[in-house]
């Protein structure tokens, strides 16, 4: 380990990541990892390092949502490649490209021998598998480049997703005797809609009196979803409901823009007197569906990269297809049906916002509504939000208006602890300032990365709403049991613990939370800002 560096299994690694143009990895040190730390010394990569290894991977998750890049994550043998998979499966279940490289222990230590290595596991390979697209072992550093490079073009290729690359300790530490890697090699292919679909999809949409779509998260992370779908509302003139992974697919400025109401039984009800409805990357899971209350009495036509994922709820003509392909084929295809069309849509759309809007002021909600309204006069319009799992989370699925920003939440797989690790390694290596929104629940997951904040001077805001426990379980427990149990925390002073860290800190009042919050954007580096009050979800329909 001393003396004079022989080009080894990390340096063949570091090189393939920087040929294929990669510039920051996620990560913490291991001992079986070392081999890779030492060698990203020696190259340009920018290395990022959490504190916990399931927030290195909100971290990347984060990191790849807002550049559109593959974000490469480092994690070491054992308990650290473990603790990464409860943020794996966010971006597994969202479609969010992650390249997870995992040291393992020696080659002599794989295959369920029990010899007694730190870290060894019977198959770490197995507990990957349920949260990545694939997985792969590399026992020769002559193998590594393709493999990396193969794994980083799945990636990425739709469906997107995490990827896995275990090597071996030995493999990364004994001389490699490749020659240096100024290459790769990749392929990412297109997943076109078959053509006789995509002709019958625009002839039902084409016939229909009613048509309405539902864009999911698929359009939003397809390159030419989002436009392409406004393309399909104006041909056909039909108001287009958003899901929280499509918000922002279509402008909520835009006439047919139906918004994300989907927690309604207005909207809920618009999708079901659809004689024709295309839902576009969304599986009209469990929230979509209005908890499956939602029961189509038309035609439904389904777009999705994931086959699984056609027909999971509901009979429809399902199309396997990138959203942005799938509907750029349809669109081609239709005849446009005229202005008066576009009004009626407008008004349709138009007139299922007042209808919530009616729902909503039936309802004690002004501290709620009160609240979201104040953030989003002080965020500005182009910056990225966050959303724990928390009711202020909850609220913004439905009411957050995400403009030119883009809108990311853990609803895909649940987990708490996603919105300050994203957020944190967003602003690192995206670039730009970031705010994150959690709960004090999900906050005591990152409080750790106060100090990758600090330490990366990283311009991110983070809003804490400390209602004392977890808030929506204390809803849900008290609605169906009459009592909770299990949901009142003791937590820290969090405007205490953040200064502790060296990190600039506030308490707001529900009544000066935009001005404290508009200080805090302000502020160069990272900054928290704690309101502490118990919000109430709206009475779901």
Known sequence: MTGTHIRNGGDVVVETLTALGVTHVFGIPGQHALGLFDAIRRSDLQFVSSRVENNSAFGADGYARVTDQVAVMFVSTGPGALTALGALQEAYTTGVPVLVISSQVPRRGIGGRRNGLLHQTDDQQKSAQNVTKSTAVVLDAAHLPSAIADAWALAQAVPAGPTWVEIPQDVLLEDAPVPPVTSAVVTIPDRPARAELAAEAARLLAAAERPVILAGGGVRRSRTGPAELVRVAEALGAPVVSTVGGKGAIPFAHPLSAASWIEDRHTTDLLERADVLLAVGTTIGEVTSNYFTFAPTGRLIQVDAEPRVLGSNHPCLGIHADAGLALAAIADQLPDAGDEARRKGAAVAARLRQQVEERLAGQDLAPERTLLADLRAVVPDDMHTFWDMTIAGYWAWSAWDPREGGFHSAQGAGGLGFAFPAALSAAIAGGRPTLAVSGDGGAMYG??????????????????????????????????????????????????????????????????????????????GPSVVVLPTLLRMFALT
């Open 447 to 524: 409080i750790a990365e106060l100090a990758t904040a600090r330490q990366h001077d990283a311009d991110v805001t983070w809003l804490i709403v400390d209602d004392g426990g977890y808030g929506i379980l204390r809803e849900y427990m008290n609605s169906a049991f009459g009592a909770a149990t299990a949901t009142e925390l003791s937590r820290p002073s969090f405007v205490d613990v953040a200064r502790a860290f060296g990190v600039v800190a506030h308490e707001a009042t529900p009544g000066t939370i935009g001005t404290v919050l508009a200080k805090a954007l302000a502020e160069r």
